[in-house]
Each structure stands twice: as structure tokens, then as C-alpha cells.
């Protein structure tokens, strides 16, 4: 089942436990509180131990591939040669600011706006996010970097095939054919 089906499925079957959930009860309360800052905890725990694993691994193997293009950025895009180590360490690092952010977001609605139920929902879907992480799934779990986890990740889409950056030897060699272009002018 593809990875976003399943994060609705997750939380849609977590919104009707939450429910149930009497969180007006000051001690029910505590203990998802515990439960949340517990939950992101081990989280950033298992990101930093990614990212030690990675360091001490220290894979020189170079890695060339062609980035799509944002949109939003014109200078985005383009040949990216970078070694394993440092992709694998800017994958981990986008991970733990996905995390920094989803605290911040869940403090602002929890502290400010007196939600409650997003910080159940949030726990869970946190924990399943860490499973499906690709570096944790290489340097943790053990899995080889082969299929889908064959770096660069490409990105999972909920409507489609996966995109992700092109790494065939003709959108390199394009690629780099464009870049000795523009050093030319």
C-alpha cells in the first residue's frame, strides 16, 4: 500500500481512538502529553544515531544525479554530484527538520489554541513516519540500498509513480553538456 494511503488510513483510525479518549481528565491529559514529547524523543534520538551511523560509515562513493527543477526556485535543479555520505546526511538532516517543525506547529496548537487530540494523532503518525524513513530503513534496520531505497530516493506520490531525480546516463550527460554551456558565455 502506497506510504500516503496508508498515513490517512493511520489517521483517520487514530482520530476515532482520540475520540474515546477522555482528555479532560487533567491525568488522561498528562499522559499524552508524556506520550507526545516521549514519541518525538526517540524520534530525534534515532535521526541523531542515523546520522552518526552515517558519519562513521563515511561512504566516499560519488553519487551524480540531475535534480528536478522547483518551481518556485529558478536556480533549483540542475546535476548534484555529491558523495553518499553527504546526501545520506542532508536526507537525514530534511528529516529532523520535519520533526523540529511538527513540534513547533503541535506547541502552537496544543499551548495557544488548546488542541489536544493532534497531540495523539501526532505521536503516532511521528513513530510511523521514523518506520518509513529511507536512511533509518539503511542505517538502522539494515536493509541494502537497493529498489526503493536505492539513493537518490525518489519521492513517493499519492496519485502516481514515484518521481524523483533522474539518474540515467543521458539526463547526466545533458546536464552536464549545459553547465559547460553556460561557463561558455
Given at each position: 500500500?502506497n506510504?500516503?494511503?496508508?498515513?490517512?488510513?493511520?489517521?483517520?483510525?487514530?482520530?476515532?481512538?482520540?475520540?474515546?479518549?477522555?482528555f479532560?481528565?487533567?491525568?488522561?491529559?498528562?499522559?499524552?502529553?508524556?506520550?507526545?514529547?516521549?514519541?518525538?524523543?526517540?524520534?530525534?534520538?534515532?535521526?541523531?544515531?542515523?546520522?552518526?551511523?552515517v558519519?562513521?560509515?563515511?561512504?566516499?562513493?560519488?553519487?551524480?544525479?540531475?535534480?528536478?527543477?522547483?518551481?518556485?526556485?529558478?536556480?533549483?535543479?540542475?546535476?548534484?554530484?555529491?558523495?553518499?555520505?553527504?546526501?545520506?546526511?542532508?536526507?537525514?538532516?530534511?528529516?529532523?527538520?520535519?520533526?523540529?517543525?511538527?513540534?513547533?506547529m503541535?506547541?502552537?496548537?496544543?499551548?495557544?489554541?488548546?488542541?489536544?487530540?493532534?497531540?495523539?494523532?501526532?505521536?503516532?503518525?511521528?513513530?510511523?513516519?521514523?518506520?518509513?524513513?529511507?536512511?533509518?530503513?539503511?542505517?538502522?534496520l539494515?536493509?541494502p540500498?537497493?529498489?526503493?531505497?536505492?539513493r537518490?530516493?525518489?519521492?513517493?506520490?499519492?496519485?502516481?509513480?514515484?518521481?524523483?531525480?533522474q539518474?540515467?546516463?543521458?539526463?547526466i550527460?545533458?546536464?552536464?553538456?549545459?553547465?559547460g554551456?553556460?561557463?561558455?558565455?
Amino acid at each position: 500500500m502506497n506510504s500516503g494511503i496508508q498515513n490517512i488510513v493511520i489517521s483517520l483510525g487514530a482520530m476515532q481512538v482520540a475520540r474515546r479518549i477522555p482528555f479532560d481528565d487533567p491525568d488522561v491529559l498528562n499522559y499524552v502529553r508524556i506520550g507526545y514529547v516521549a514519541s518525538q524523543v526517540v524520534i530525534m534520538g534515532v535521526y541523531f544515531f542515523v546520522s552518526y551511523k552515517v558519519r562513521q560509515k563515511n561512504d566516499q562513493t560519488v553519487l551524480k544525479y540531475v535534480d528536478a527543477q522547483n518551481p518556485m526556485s529558478p536556480d533549483s535543479g540542475g546535476l548534484v554530484t555529491t558523495t553518499v555520505r553527504d546526501y545520506d546526511l542532508s536526507e537525514t538532516s530534511k528529516l529532523l527538520r520535519a520533526v523540529y517543525f511538527g513540534v513547533a506547529m503541535m506547541a502552537f496548537f496544543h499551548l495557544y489554541m488548546k488542541y489536544t487530540q493532534p497531540l495523539f494523532i501526532q505521536a503516532l503518525m511521528g513513530l510511523k513516519n521514523l518506520y518509513d524513513a529511507k536512511p533509518v530503513a539503511i542505517h538502522v534496520l539494515g536493509k541494502p540500498a537497493e529498489g526503493d531505497l536505492k539513493r537518490p530516493f525518489k519521492t513517493a506520490s499519492m496519485f502516481g509513480a514515484a518521481a524523483g531525480p533522474q539518474t540515467d546516463a543521458a539526463s547526466i550527460t545533458e546536464a552536464e553538456k549545459k553547465i559547460g554551456a553556460k561557463k561558455e558565455d
